[in-house]
């Protein structure tokens, strides 16, 4: 069994999506039930992190994060420059989780990177962003998540972190 090098958009025909299991339900059931059907529908795109299985002819899902467009108010944003009234434009990322079988072994942090410099990339083609919004599971995952003194609370909600897209950049 050895892992991909990068991470692939989702196929169903491709990784064995059913097989992944990363303890938290809604978040497999994202990934075998919604993640291909939300990418076609142009509503996320979920990307994953592979491991060869030459025993079957599709691979196992050892980690995948999942991005989307969305939009935040300029009051809860923790930024000391001034922004504009409407909806600030940021990407979310909206899902990360790692399989049960690979945890602990810093690939969470290499999806999280990886993830971020994908929304840059996205960022420095066009599709402008403010900053990453993304919110936090649970309280094991704020564990995780504090881990990286760059994401900063929301105002008004602590289990909603940001970081500014000039940050991201420098990382
Ligand atoms: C949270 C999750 C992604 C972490 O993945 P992981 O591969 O086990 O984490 P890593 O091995 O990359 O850990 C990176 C660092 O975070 C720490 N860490 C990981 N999980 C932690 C937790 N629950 N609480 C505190 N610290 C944690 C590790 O100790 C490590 O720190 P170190 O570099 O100082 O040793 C994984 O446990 C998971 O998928 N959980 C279920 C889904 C979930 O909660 N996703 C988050 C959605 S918001």
């Known amino acids: 069994m050895k892992l991909s090098q990068k991470f692939?958009?989702?196929?169903?025909?491709?990784?064995?999506i059913k097989?992944?299991?990363c303890g938290k339900t809604d978040m497999n059931q994202f990934l075998s039930r919604f993640a291909v059907k939300h990418a076609k529908l142009g509503l996320s795109r979920?990307?994953?992190?592979t491991v060869d299985d030459e025993t079957?002819?599709?691979?196992?899902?050892?980690?995948?994060y999942t991005i989307a467009a969305s939009n935040v108010i300029r009051n809860a944003i923790p930024t000391n420059q001034s922004l504009p009234h409407y909806p600030i434009p940021v990407a979310l990322l909206a899902r990360?989780?790692?399989?049960?079988?690979?945890?602990?072994?810093?690939?969470?942090?290499?999806?999280?990177v990886y993830a971020l410099r994908h929304v840059v990339r996205l960022c420095d083609r066009g599709l402008p962003a403010y900053g990453l919004v993304l919110d936090v599971l649970d309280d094991g995952a704020l564990g995780f998540y504090q881990k990286f003194n760059f994401l900063h609370a929301f105002s008004d909600n602590p289990m909603r972190l940001f970081v500014p897209m000039d940050v991201l950049r420098q990382l």
């Open 56 to 64: 079957n002819n599709k691979d196992h899902v050892a980690a995948y």
């Open 8 to 16: 692939f958009a989702v196929e169903s025909s491709k990784h064995l």
């Open 19 to 21: 097989k992944f299991d």
């Open 46 to 49: 979920t990307m994953v992190l």
């Open 96 to 112: 990360l989780a790692v399989d049960v079988d690979f945890q602990g072994k810093n690939l969470g942090e290499k999806t999280l």
